[in-house]
């Protein structure tokens, strides 16, 4: 069954609707063989490169799911979004802007060359690691523990359950991380880390290995999509505020050195992770028109092949099919 109602409030959404999706993921899963698993996180290289699913929630709870929609991922840089989030909710967002900046690099997401030629620069946005890190070692909490709590407690808020992390997937990265702890060891010597070095990689790593579905993500950006308030549990989970500067966020730095074309040719706010999963965020459009989902929703999309910026391959034209012929373009 590929359209599944998972809660009362949840209704299924039309067939045409998920006949479409179902087409545009069988015709787009074979750009998987243009992408390859991320292997430099060993635990990654495991997945199955041709999966592609996805899930999309409306503001008005309905759901539609498609193709490898249930496989569990981790959530890698997709958390980014999330630390920010939790970190502007800790602390309010002068304080962390203080400390990341808002603009985008046009470098890797693992880059360190903008560090030292800024100088004394700080990190240039929270979705880079550099700005990532500096962002999980100031998060609420005396220890790594508490603050990864605060991610966790964050998304139970919005998905409706306590997520684990994937244990396996956190030592596979702890141990390869040697480009992660250069960043690291680096932002503390510029006075950019809240903690020790090992605490914030701990914290951050430990955010990255937090294991979701495509629903799991989809609900974050339909929060997102309606700025910070969640319209299937009536509860504005952070201020609008937090969720316009998220947006604009993932919209210029969140699919990376990949940002400026994902926006001119799909122009969606989305988010990417190495693991494969797409967060994406489509605000109410306030024009008439036919296409679904005129009041906003959230996307979530898992398809491990990656490209070289790391973002899915697949997952990135099934979006720009998506947001072609149902009009999802913000601009
Ligand atoms: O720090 C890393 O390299 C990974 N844990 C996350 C990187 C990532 O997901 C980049 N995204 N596309």
């Not at 981790?74 to 980014?80: H, V």
Request: glycine content about 10%; aromatic content about 8%; proline content about 4%.
């Amino acid at each position: 069954m590929e359209v599944v109602q998972q809660d009362t409030q949840i209704r299924f959404n039309n067939h045409e609707h998920s006949r479409k999706i179902k087409a545009w993921v069988q015709d787009n899963r074979t750009y998987a063989n243009l992408g390859k698993c991320a292997n430099y996180i060993p635990a990654l290289e495991r997945a199955n490169p041709s999966q592609l699913g996805i899930c999309i929630i409306g503001s008005n709870g309905s759901m539609v799911k498609m193709g490898d929609f249930d496989t569990a991922f981790t959530l890698q840089s997709i958390s980014k979004v999330i630390g920010f989030i939790a970190a502007c909710i800790d602390y309010g967002i002068s304080y962390v802007l203080e400390r990341v900046d808002v603009e985008p690099t046009g470098d890797a997401f693992n880059s360190i060359i903008r560090l030292e030629v800024h100088k004394p620069g700080r990190p240039f946005n929270p979705m880079i690691n550099a700005g990532a890190i500096t962002v999980a070692s100031l998060l609420g909490g005396r220890n790594p523990v508490e603050k990864v709590e605060s991610i966790l407690l964050l998304i139970e808020r919005i998905v409706g359950r306590y997520p684990t992390i994937n244990e396996e997937v956190f030592h596979s990265e702890w141990q390869t991380a040697h480009r992660n702890r250069a960043l690291a060891y680096y932002l503390k010597e510029m006075g950019f880390l809240d903690c020790t070095v090992e605490e914030a990689l701990e914290v951050y790593l430990k955010q990255c290995s937090i294991e979701v579905t495509t629903e799991d993500v989809a609900m974050i950006g339909l929060v997102l999509a309606n700025d910070g308030y969640h319209p299937i549990r009536k509860e504005q989970i952070f201020s609008k505020e937090v969720a316009r500067l998220t947006k604009a966020l993932m919209v210029t730095c969140g699919m990376y050195n990949a940002s400026g074309k994902f926006a001119a040719f799909v122009g969606i706010p989305a988010k990417s992770g190495v693991s494969g999963g797409i967060l994406a965020a489509i605000p109410p459009r306030g024009r008439s028109g036919d296409s679904p989902f005129m009041d906003g929703c959230g996307i979530g999309i898992y398809g491990p092949a990656i490209d070289e910026f790391g973002n899915s391959v697949a997952g990135v034209m099934l979006l720009k099919q998506i947001s072609r012929e149902w009009d999802f373009n913000i601009f």
